[in-house]
């Protein structure tokens, strides 16, 4: 079935240092991905998404590339801030008049100053 | 625009207490509606959704039950809840589409006592 593989966390940076957060899928056909925010007691926002193979989002500097050949989609940011941090979730949407979003576990990221 | 109520937004409520959390959606019609859990340090759990009033689909079996009594409604119920009913409680709505992903409201905390 399908399902979404997100790196295991917590991640700590130092501010300014460049960010990567694994992705990869297992899907039939031509899924969506997505990237979620979620800040400290808030619900979950949409960062970027791509709907297509070789689609790259991008959103608040944060880029992710949709690469079927390897079924994933990393997140990526060059710069990262303290405002930052958060837990990423990456996501997979298939599906016509049920939209289905398969969830990864999710990755927590704290940036220090 | 589209906008996602859900409230309240925290909650502390006694063992066996009943439940009753609401989210209603604005600007839109016939979307698909979703509330999912989150406990804890962990991902996210689809509990139930639904495609339109009256229809309901549960992804666990559990102490929880939802409904949909008009368009843009959805309510999240228990009878007696317990204490593994503890969580950040998410509501969300998509549009038909493999594009559309997700909006998520705001969340409710839960905290069964």
């Known amino acids: 079935g399908d399902s979404v593989t997100q790196m295991e966390g917590p991640v700590t940076l130092s501010e300014e240092a460049f960010l990567t957060i694994n992705c990869t899928y297992t899907a039939t056909g031509y899924p969506s991905l997505f990237w979620y925010v979620q800040y400290p007691g808030e619900g979950l926002q949409l960062l970027l998404k791509a709907t297509k193979a070789d689609d790259k989002g991008s959103n608040k500097g944060f880029e992710a590339t949709y690469r079927k050949e390897t079924t994933s989609f990393h997140l990526e940011k060059g710069s990262v801030q303290v405002s930052d941090s958060a837990v990423y979730f990456c996501a997979l949407f298939r599906g016509s008049t049920l939209g289905r979003l398969y969830f990864g576990r999710g990755t927590q990221l704290t940036v220090w100053p | 625009s589209q906008t996602i109520h859900q409230w309240p937004a925290t909650l502390v409520q006694p063992v066996g207490s009943p439940l009753s959390l609401e989210c209603t959606v604005e600007?839109?019609?016939?979307?698909?509606l979703y509330w999912y859990r989150q406990a804890a340090g962990r991902g996210l759990q689809l509990l139930f959704y639904?495609?339109?009033?009256?229809?309901i689909s549960s992804e666990v079996p559990q102490n929880l039950s939802a409904s949909r009594p008009q368009d843009r409604q959805f309510i999240l119920s228990s009878k007696k809840l317990l204490l593994s009913d503890s969580g950040f409680y998410l509501c969300?709505?998509?549009?038909?589409?493999?594009?559309?992903?997700?909006?998520f409201g705001s969340g409710t905390r839960l905290t069964v006592v």
């Open positions: 969300a709505w998509s549009g038909q589409g493999k594009g559309y992903g997700y909006t």
């Open positions: 600007g839109t019609s016939n979307p698909n």
């Open positions: 639904s495609v339109g009033i009256g229809q």
